[in-house]
């Protein structure tokens, strides 16, 4: 227990009371911390993670990456759906599963430093626009894949991903 307290940085505030939310005890995020914690009492070699930064301001949000990003360094996956983050939320992913609707892939593999791997394949694209300096890759990304754009260009998107050098 006590490393779960210390992987989920909840050492400081292991005799608090949880209250109920907004009316006192633990903070939003710390009680995001603290759902998580519970899950890893069973020590799982995967957790699952939906959309883990919502209803956090942005730092709150970052604490909660951080947390994610330690419990990847003690071996185990940890999977998350996300909506539309902010680059430093977007940077802390090693991976990504990009999907269009349907549910058909249309990007799996490593993001990179800087997203370079990803920015790399949509950029290969003809047609697709580049991305600007200092945007955010995870912003960009939906722009240039968004149905609309996909018509435009005349491709399908999950199609030239199955032909690209990335399925395997």
């Given at each position: 227990?006590?490393?779960?307290?210390?992987?989920?940085?909840?050492?400081?505030?292991?005799d608090a009371l949880v209250g109920t939310c907004g009316v006192s005890g633990i903070s939003t995020e710390q009680r995001k911390r603290l759902t998580i914690a519970v899950e890893l009492v069973s020590n799982p070699s995967?957790?699952?993670?939906?959309?883990?930064?919502?209803?956090?301001?942005?730092?709150?949000?970052?604490?909660?990456m951080r947390v994610v990003k330690n419990i990847v360094s003690t071996k185990r996956t940890v999977v998350c759906t996300i909506h539309q983050p902010s680059i430093d939320i977007f940077e802390a992913f090693n991976e990504i599963i990009l999907m269009k609707r349907g549910g058909q892939i249309?990007?799996?593999?490593?993001?990179?430093?800087n997203s370079c791997n990803l920015i790399e394949?949509?950029?290969?694209?003809?047609g697709v626009?580049?991305?600007?300096?200092?945007?955010?890759?995870?912003?960009?990304?939906?722009?240039?894949?968004?149905?609309s754009?996909?018509?435009?260009?005349?491709?399908?998107?999950?199609?030239?991903?199955?032909?690209?050098?990335?399925y395997q």
């Open positions: 227990m006590k490393e779960v307290l210390q992987l989920i940085e909840l050492d400081e505030i292991k995967i957790i699952f993670m939906d959309e883990p930064t919502t209803d956090l301001d942005a730092r709150a949000a970052v604490v909660v249309i990007y799996s593999g490593e993001l990179g430093q394949y949509f950029e290969g694209i003809p626009l580049k991305i600007k300096e200092n945007y955010n890759p995870a912003t960009w990304m939906l722009e240039v894949t968004n149905p754009v996909e018509a435009e260009l005349g491709v399908d998107f999950a199609h030239l991903y199955k032909e690209s050098h990335l």
